[in-house]
């Protein structure tokens, strides 16, 4: 008599599949994600005078400040392109795909407590942090397309080319390699840990390790394997080459990026999803 | 009716202490027993989840091999002592951890309420938060939108409710959390001591409503509280957890019973000693003293019982005096709160040396929960002169009585528990 009695619509055991994602109830769940977005949105800011300015003004300073520093002082070349513009290329993209990562690394951490209180499936706390940052970079995107405006109507030598199709695909591969790296890494700390000391400093030494402040067309043939190696190397010089019209784009350096995001995202979801069931016992 | 929940073998296991360097080397040799197709090594130890005991093992089961089921509409009440797994079970309950092994299986949504106001933030409006916590219990925004007014108004704060949280009183908070959370509408709702704050009026509307989700919508409660009224005034059926298992699974007044059965009586309620090590001077010693429960001896106190002291003292003073024995009652505080004397109820008594045995009893109704003591017991010569005074001579837990009076907060109010003093109350207009 196998009546209604076997048909449970929740049945919790110690441990599910590896690919037991669970997605149904991600989707079930996606007003959730739009409310820590906009938290995220709203609170960030609250009681600040300049309120989302802050948005405009941290890519701005930092871009002035490598213009100084790396384009006038140090004297690295820009491959003929404005120093302002090739910087804010750069740190626009490194941006979005660094503060992504480090969010994301810390979401066991940062939110044991709601996670040790309610159950919503976990994957929507780093989903929310890649969507709140695509609004962050859009913003800033639009400051950096405000700053081309100026320099294309100025007379300057650019040249943005078809590629630029390319881009929405290039913000796809930032968001899966930041998210990709943060839920590993988020994965791993909750037990141990020692990866987070190594986070900060590490997406701040990547960044010296990918073209963000050079062009990669200025780097020995020897050093290039190196930089090539940083899978958003190739995501910046695209992302560079469509809208300035310098720098390299190599249909094979993307589909190394790509193969390399594709691969970090789904073992980072997949270690999520094993260590989200119990990591309240450990962190 | 309908099983709902169904809970098989559930077990959880601990381990204690910090996480470090060790915990590596057990993961790796759990590692390596996986791989080679063997049982986890350190599932077969672990010992049974008592905190007052100093155990062998690293690892504990908070929880071990428990089966329960639930009807749809039954509201089930989970007590225990602290420590028992009473929350180990609601968290697994709620998804928040995963067992160690079993299975709990369920019909329906399950919602938690395992204290009030998750996710609340704290820059963010009354208004915003009630969807961003609504979204978190699993409410989507067109649900939380169609009960928005409901909700503020359930919870009081309609004046507040566009100012950020942080500016809210705790009590406010534990409304708003608490409105959000009464109309989530799941199957099946689990609760755990939300009642703890808000006041009077607040409790008692947040009872009813609990009352009229698990009656009116055939929706299934499980209720944790400390609170005894709470628990006997809404559940339906209870199970009694005690170190991690299943103690009783019976109607709420059999686990209530249960409960204060096997809790620990504390205090010190008798002593005995031998002439040779027998506190005091050469006054007197004090051979034994004991408290007991009058109606029911060996059985726990409650503020329903009477109870009474009894002590033995060897008295060595030569010569037939005047004498007269006296103690002091303490609260857990240390306030003195009574003082018992032969010297103010007896007329004067003359005794020669030997053995005196003095017997003395106290009123049910009259001393409230909590823990007391003897604090000082004396003996007396010529109602003035003390002679022998032994300290801390006993000590005994008062228990609360379910069907006795809970004040407004529920919790302990005063010492004193005697209500039928006479009142006289005039009005003039």
Known sequence: ?283 | MNTVIKVENLSKQYRLGELGTGTLSHDLNRWWHKIRGKEDPYLKVGDLNDRTTKGSSEYVWALRDINFEVKQGEVLGIIGKNGAGKSTLLKLLSRVTAPTTGAIKAKGRIASLLEVGTGFHEELTGRENIFLNGAILGMTKAEIRSKLDEIISFSGTERYIDTPVKRYSSGMRVRLAFAVAAHLDPEILIVDEVLAVGDAEFQKKAIGKMQEVSKGGGKTVLFVSHNMEAVQNLCTRGIVLSNGGLQLDSTIEECFKAYLGNTKQGGELSKSYTLDNAPGNFNAKLLSAKVINEHDPGSFFTTGTGFSFEFDIYNQIGGIQQLDITYHLFDERGILIYVGSTAVSHEPQKYGSGFLNIKTSFPPNILNEGIYTIGRLLLVKNRGHIMTEWKDVLSFEILPLSNGYIGASGGKEGVLKIYNLPWDISYTN
Do not use: H
């Open chain 1, 1 to 283: 008599m196998k009546t209604q009695e076997e048909d449970w619509t929740l049945v919790i055991k110690p441990s599910s599949g590896l690919f037991d994602l669970q997605l149904k109830e991600v989707w079930r769940y996606r007003d959730l994600l739009q409310m820590f977005v906009r938290r995220d949105f709203v609170a960030v800011y609250k009681q600040t005078i300049l309120g989302p300015i802050w948005f405009f003004l941290q890519p701005l300073f930092t871009t002035i400040t490598f213009t100084i520093v790396f384009g006038n002082i140090a004297g690295i070349s820009t491959d003929g392109v404005p120093p302002l513009l090739f910087y804010m290329a750069g740190i626009v993209g490194w941006n979005y795909f660094a503060e992504c990562l480090n969010a994301t690394s810390t979401t066991f951490i940062q939110n044991a407590n709601i996670f040790g209180k309610v159950y919503f499936p976990r994957l929507i706390m780093p989903l929310s942090i890649v969507v709140s940052n695509l609004l962050k970079f859009g913003v800033q995107f639009i400051l950096f397309l405000v700053l081309l405006g100026y320099y294309i109507l100025s007379g300057a030598y650019i040249q943005p080319n078809l590629t630029i199709l390319l881009v929405p695909f290039l913000i796809i591969l930032m968001a899966l390699l930041g998210l990709g790296f943060g839920m590993l890494i988020s994965a791993m700390t909750t037990k141990y840990r020692d990866l987070k000391f190594l986070i900060t400093f590490g997406v701040q030494l990547a960044m010296y390790a990918s073209p963000v402040i050079y062009p990669l067309s200025t780097l020995p043939e020897k050093y290039k394997v190196y930089i090539l190696a940083n899978p958003m190397s190739s995501v910046i010089e695209t992302f560079r080459y469509a809208f300035l019209g310098e720098g390299t784009f190599s249909w094979m350096y993307l589909g190394y990026s790509t193969l390399f995001a594709m691969l970090v995202f789904t073992l980072g979801v997949l270690i999520f999803n094993k260590v989200e069931k119990s990591f309240m016992d450990t962190v």
